[in-house]
């Protein structure tokens, strides 16, 4: 039971390419950002699409695959664990961010 504790599964598609950066000590983390849309009809009976963007983040082996396999618009499945963070930014400023840590991929996308 313990897996299910903070567990995320989100299909989308990717908003741009990945970002993937090889940081101090080896570690290789990728960044993406995935979109995913809600259709349903309004109270008028038209037809409505919501879309949510989602910050996705990978590391080393995960990290790899989404280099050499992800493109922009891909659709694809992410399962992985939510990360809540702060930082402060170039003015100064806390910022509070809550990113998707993927540690599952599927590419739905037919070629």
């Known amino acids: ?11 989308g598609n ?3 390419a990945p970002e993937v950066k090889i940081l101090e000590g ?5 960044r ?11 109270a ?3 037809r409505i699409t ?3 963007w989602h910050n996705i983040i990978a590391w080393d082996k995960t990290a790899e695959i989404i280099e050499k396999y992800f493109t922009k618009g891909l659709e ?3 399962e992985g664990k939510l990360i809540n963070r702060n930082y402060t930014d170039k003015e100064g400023i806390k ?14 996308t037919k070629k």
Do not use: C, D, P, W
């Not at 080896?26 to 990728?30: N, P, R, S």
């Not at 993406?32 to 309004?42: G, P, V």
């Not at 910022?95 to 739905?108: D, K, M, P, S």
């Open 1 to 11: 039971m313990n897996t299910l504790k903070n567990k995320v599964q989100l299909i």
């Open 14 to 16: 990717l908003g741009n």
């Open 26 to 30: 080896g570690k290789k983390l990728a």
């Open 32 to 42: 993406l950002s995935l979109a995913t849309n809600e259709t349903y009809k309004n």
């Open 44 to 46: 008028k009976g038209e």
């Open 50 to 52: 919501e879309t949510q």
């Open 76 to 78: 694809v499945m992410v």
């Open 95 to 108: 910022r509070y961010t809550t990113e998707v840590q993927a540690n599952e991929l599927l590419i739905l």
